[in-house]
């Protein structure tokens, strides 16, 4: 078969490195791509969100099997263009891909559906949205309904913070059209964590558990990133706790989606609060986690595509060995600056010789090729991605690959895998 993968960062690279070894796809192309993905891909320059351009693409390329990676693609339509176009693919259409799209809808559902969340309200005007923080009281969380780039979530220490962050959603528009509704919630404690289900439409598979590190620098301090690491799988995030998860909050939302004449097709990213009262919804997601599918892709038992069909298609799910006990851990290496102002087209050195190490993968995210040198092009540079025994073990190996490399400013965590637990 011929598949295609839309999008070019670190979670796009682990993929198509994934898809890539399956026995059972014979051409990988890729839109847009990056200088990782291309040693395993063809790839086209079409960017992921331009939905005619990508649409003619696959039609063109007969593409059997398309991986849509980002959200806002999917948030935009672009698996009912395909389907539409007679083509499988493999990511939600735009009524399930709400669940990201609108956290609004999404806690409506789950509010409809009994599902476990944060207690909250929805807003259309900042000056109930004030009176409601005073309701809640703080800590409390400001959140801009729609996509944001990962920044639409604020959390409050205080009602001037609250004020501020009602303000710079629904007044000043920081996250334009994204904030004109915004949702209050009550602030939850605990240990977060992502864990990610496949759905075929009516059924779902779980998979595993990872941890994402947001915050920029050591100790979680700092600007939260789009995610400067991650590991798999998660010490507390049990057999019992994956089926409790998997009772009280994927198979009902699954469920939600397909009666609601929204059946959802792909990997749904469940972010959650293990609080003391039990697992908690902080967010859905319509894709995998950035840099969670690093830390995923390197210990998936056996082929993926089978089981990227079988949600894409809405059939049953093919067989999939346990997971291997193995740890994995990926280090983000950024810019440095990141999240906020930095350089780029700055030379990178190092990455073949952490690449020989055992059990290292180093996928590409904001990487460029100028005159055939790599160079930086992003925020988030490179995923160094260890695959160990266990965790301590995963820990040392990433860490030792990634004093192989270098470029000027270079910035990553020391503490990848290595929280202290809330
Ligand atoms: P989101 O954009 O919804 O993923 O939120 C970004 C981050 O804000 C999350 O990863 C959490 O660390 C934090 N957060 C969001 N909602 C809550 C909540 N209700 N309670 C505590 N932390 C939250
Ligand atoms: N790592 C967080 C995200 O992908 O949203």
């Not at 395909?82 to 559902?109: C, H, M, N, Q, Y």
């Not at 939302?253 to 902080?282: C, F, S, W």
């Amino acid at each position: 078969m011929r598949a295609l993968v839309i999008g070019g960062g670190g979670r796009e690279h682990a993929l198509a490195w994934k898809i890539a070894q399956s026995p059972l796809v014979e051409a990988l192309l890729a839109a847009p791509g990056n200088p990782g993905i291309a040693r395993h891909a063809t790839c086209m320059p079409v960017a992921a969100d331009a939905l005619d351009g990508l649409v003619t693409l696959a039609k063109r390329e007969r593409i059997d099997l398309t991986v849509v990676g980002p959200e806002a693609p999917l948030v935009a339509g672009l698996a009912d263009r395909l389907t539409d176009a007679g083509l499988t693919v493999f990511g939600p259409g735009a009524r399930a891909a709400a669940i990201e799209g609108s956290k609004a809808f999404a806690k409506d559902l789950m509010a409809r559906h009994g599902i476990p969340t944060a207690r909250f309200a929805t807003f259309d005007a900042p000056a109930r949205a004030r009176r409601y923080c005073r309701e809640v009281g703080t800590p409390l969380v400001v959140k801009a309904d729609g996509l944001a780039a990962g920044k639409g979530a604020i959390v409050c220490r205080t009602l001037d913070e609250a004020d501020a962050a009602v303000a710079e959603c629904m007044e000043l528009k920081a996250f334009g059209a994204a904030g004109t509704t915004v949702v209050v919630e009550e602030f939850l404690t605990g240990e977060e964590v992502s864990f990610f289900a496949f759905s075929n439409g009516h059924e779902a598979l779980p998979l595993a558990a990872a941890e994402d590190h947001k915050p920029v620098f050591d100790g979680d301090q700092g600007p939260n990133t789009g995610g400067m690491g991650a590991h798999s799988p998660v010490g507390s995030f049990d057999t019992a706790m994956e089926r409790r998860v998997m009772e009280t909050i994927v198979r009902p939302a699954i469920a939600a989606l397909a009666k609601e004449g929204a059946p959802y097709r792909g990997v749904l990213y469940v972010g959650l609060m293990l609080t003391a009262d039990g697992p908690k919804v902080i967010e859905f997601n319509c894709r995998f986690g950035d840099p969670e599918c690093q830390a995923l892709m390197v210990r998936w038992p056996g082929d993926l595509v089978p089981q990227l069909l079988a949600a894409a298609r809405g059939a049953a799910w093919p067989a999939l060995a346990a997971w291997p006990t193995h740890a994995s851990v990926c280090v983000a290496l950024a810019s440095g600056g990141y999240p906020g102002k930095y350089r780029t087209g700055l030379p990178i050195d190092g990455i073949e010789a952490a690449a020989a190490k055992p059990g290292i993968q180093v996928f590409h995210a904001g990487t460029a090729l100028r005159e055939g040198r790599l160079v930086t092009a992003g925020g988030r540079v490179l995923g160094v991605t260890a695959l160990a025994d266990d965790l301590s073990a995963a820990i040392q190996a990433a860490y030792d690959a990634v004093k192989e490399i270098r470029f000027e400013g270079m910035h990553y965590r020391t503490d990848i895998g290595r929280r202290r637990k809330p």
